[in-house]
């Protein structure tokens, strides 16, 4: 084995500037601790520990999740990668050994080290690496790897000064997969809501989730951010939750709906919003719940909002909600082809859907209609 | 001039319509497959670049047609990335145990999913 120095972190604290270097880089530790997202974390870390250490490269791999990730220092930024069926914390492993030793351990030559290394470690020509374990108190949660492609020398006081940012990280780190682990269990109860409405009706099963994916597909082409998508992801699959709150006799009547009737369905946007405002993450959301069939004219409802004063994201979830009612069977008519709702949505141009929105979408239209097998009108 | 060709495995007929525009707008060739068994024999007429597999399919999931392709000579080179609506960690470790080179979760940003492509062609 060819692990060189581990080292006892109260030994080796600097003194004089380098505390203030320090200090300064705890500081810059909070925007580690505030992130919610690990690759920016990570890269946070990457930009933050590179006045103490030489960083080629940064990848994080928890215990008790598949996936390592890899940033990769390309000038100012980082590359990041996905590696799959990492094994980098397999028994016997560099970082199965950092773990257990409990503190930085550095490898100095990575060649003539006994261990088996990631592809990624002779494509990049990296040639030593400081295996960080990451620890929340008693828990080991996983390790920060940092690759050099020279065999520069690491300090005592860069290790040091790893280990008290590693503690941080694992905070960061830990933080987040809480906060993700809790999203994830709510969203499964809400997608669980969704799927239950459907259950009930067999016309609309997998609209919510076509729809969903659909929506970010377009939204995607508008350059969002990656919140915004999430809020659509959300909004988009919990659309149409209001129609919990609507008789079944109307929702599935075969034949066309009276007037009153009619106004009963036209509630469902704001039975959802009303559903969902309980719930502290889905409150961004919302304007795509209660907004989703307002019309771009202002003949919409439930409020009449027209052109930008509808949320964007409502006015994506609207052109795809429509293509997918559209193109499916419903109890009161055959689906239509997508070549004919296409065309509907080309004549709603302005009227019911936002041009430009509405455009981008039909971009789309070739691919689709090529492949569609749907029952013609 | 073509990027290279993908081959979507995928019995949902919008996930295939979904991403035939994607790939296609970054010029890659698409060509589709609706469960397992019709994957494996697409993968060896079609001999594409990579695989989007998804999981839950009739005649054949996508954990058995992943190890099939994985083991036989003339696809085990092929690069596999698993598209999925399963994504707990449990069905991520059974993908990696199937031999898939990626993993992504439905409903996916096609922007993300070419990235992704893009880097497994790279190598």
């Given at each position: ?64 999740i598949t996936e390592e990730l890899l940033l990769v220092r ?68 996983g390790i920060i790897t940092i690759y050099l492609r020279e ?227 | ?123």
């Open positions: 084995m060819q692990i060189t120095e581990q080292h006892q972190l109260e030994q080796s604290l600097p003194a004089g500037q380098a505390r203030t270097d320090v200090a300064d880089l705890l500081d810059k530790s909070k925007n580690i601790l505030e992130s919610l997202d690990i690759r920016a974390t990570l890269e946070q870390l990457g930009h933050a520990l590179t006045s103490f250490v030489r960083v080629d490269a940064i990848s994080l791999k928890l215990n008790g390309q000038n100012d930024s980082f590359k990041h990668e996905t590696i799959f069926g990492s094994k980098i914390m397999s028994a016997a492993s560099f970082g199965r050994v950092a773990l257990e030793a409990g503190v930085p351990t550095l490898i100095e030559d990575i060649a003539t080290a006994d261990f088996t290394f990631p592809a990624y470690v002779s494509r990049e020509g990296f040639k030593s690496l400081v295996a960080v374990p990451l620890r929340n108190g008693k828990r080991e949660m065999a520069a020398p690491v300090s005592a006081e860069a290790l040091a000064i790893v280990s008290i940012v590693a503690s941080v990280t694992a905070a960061a780190v830990e933080h987040s997969q809480m906060v993700r682990r809790m999203e994830a269990n709510y969203f499964s109860t809400v997608e669980a809501l969704a799927a239950a409405i459907e259950a009930k009706d067999p016309y609309t099963r997998g609209h919510s989730k076509r729809v969903t994916q659909f929506a970010i597909v377009l939204a995607e082409r508008f350059g969002v951010s990656d919140a915004e998508l999430r809020t659509l992801q959300y909004g988009a699959t919990l659309h149409d939750v209001g129609k919990i709150g609507i008789d079944e006799k109307i929702l599935n009547k075969p034949d066309k709906l009276t007037a009153e009737e009619f106004e009963v369905i036209k509630q469902h946007p704001v039975i959802g919003e009303h559903i969902i405002e309980r719930v502290d993450f889905l409150q961004s959301a919302r304007p795509v719940v209660r907004s989703h069939h307002e019309r771009f004219d202002g003949t919409g409802y439930p409020d009449g909002l027209r052109d930008e004063e509808i949320p964007f994201l409502a006015r994506v979830c609207c052109v795809v909600d429509f293509y997918d009612a559209l193109t499916s069977d419903r109890p009161y008519r055959m689906a239509f082809s997508a070549d004919t709702t296409i065309q509907y949505i080309r004549e709603g141009i302005g009227s019911i859907f936002d041009p430009v929105i509405a455009s981008e979408f039909l971009e789309m239209s070739p691919a689709l209609s090529a492949m569609s097998q749907v029952a013609k009108v | 001039m073509s990027r290279g060709k993908v081959l979507v495995v995928d019995d949902e007929e919008y996930i295939q319509h979904i991403l035939n525009f994607s790939f296609g707008a970054e010029g890659y060739d698409v060509v589709t497959a609706g469960d397992g068994e019709e994957g494996i024999r697409k993968a060896k007429s079609e001999k594409p670049d990579i695989i989007v597999l998804d999981i839950m399919m009739p005649k054949m999931d996508g954990y058995e047609a992943c190890r099939r392709l994985k083991t036989d000579p003339h696809t085990k080179n092929i690069p596999v990335i698993l598209l999925t609506a399963k994504g707990r960690e449990v069905d991520r470790k059974l993908g990696s145990q199937a031999g898939a080179d990626d993993y992504m979760v439905k409903p996916f940003s096609p922007g993300r999913l070419i990235e992704r492509v893009e880097g497994m062609m790279k190598r």
